[in-house]
């Protein structure tokens, strides 16, 4: 398939392969696009802006429409006891499972901080594993000893970059200490 305009965006490789499905179901020849990236590594699926179905130029309004007329079905939907949800209840469902959310910017300067330490955190487990991981410790640091107020998620953030550092650099000074007495 060459020229392909994207009909869908989502969030987890399931749902594209549903729309997929659906629109190879109708006759619609789709593709979908970074669902392997996504399905293996989670963790880039907003720096990729989510998985893509893809169909060619011509089918576009068709494949469209089609995905229109058929909302999203997950699991606990089909749970017959449950009473219906309203109208407003299904679109919501169906425009916050067909977008991928835009990360939401710090409120606070501590926010912030606490991003860049979970951050470097993070990015130190695949990139230069003791340096960044330092990096995050030192920043870590100077947020406790800043007092700066934080929210809930930032509060999370926090404690897990704690965790993943503290265990890195365990593991490096091992690593160095082993080489050393070698």
């Known amino acids: 398939m060459s020229e392909l305009v994207t009909v869908g965006v989502f969030a987890t490789p399931e749902e594209a392969h549903l729309c997929r499905n659906r629109l190879e179901a109708e006759g619609i020849e789709a593709q979908l696009m970074d669902a392997e990236t996504v399905g293996m590594a989670w963790i880039y699926g907003n720096a990729l802006g989510g998985i893509k179905v893809q169909v060619r130029p011509q089918q576009m309004e068709e494949a469209r429409r089609i995905l229109?007329?058929?909302?999203?079905?997950?699991?606990?939907?089909?749970?017959i006891e449950e009473?219906?949800?309203?109208?407003?209840?299904?679109?919501?469902?169906r425009l916050q499972s067909s977008h991928v959310e835009e990360p939401t910017e710090p409120q606070s300067p501590g926010d912030a901080a606490a991003q860049r330490a979970f951050r470097a955190a993070i990015f130190g487990m695949i990139a230069l594993p003791p340096l960044l991981h330092l990096y995050s410790l030192y920043l870590l640091v100077r947020l406790d000893f800043s007092?700066?107020?934080?929210?809930?998620?930032?509060?999370?953030?926090?404690?897990?970059?704690?965790?993943?550092?503290?265990?890195?650099?365990?593991?490096?000074?091992?690593f160095f200490a082993r080489l050393w007495y070698r």
């Open 147 to 174: 007092e700066l107020p934080l929210g809930p998620r930032a509060a999370r953030r926090v404690r897990i970059a704690w965790v993943i550092d503290v265990v890195f650099i365990s593991l490096a000074m091992l």
């Open 83 to 93: 009473t219906p949800l309203s109208d407003e209840c299904w679109e919501e469902d």
């Open 68 to 79: 229109e007329l058929h909302e999203p079905v997950s699991p606990e939907d089909m749970d």
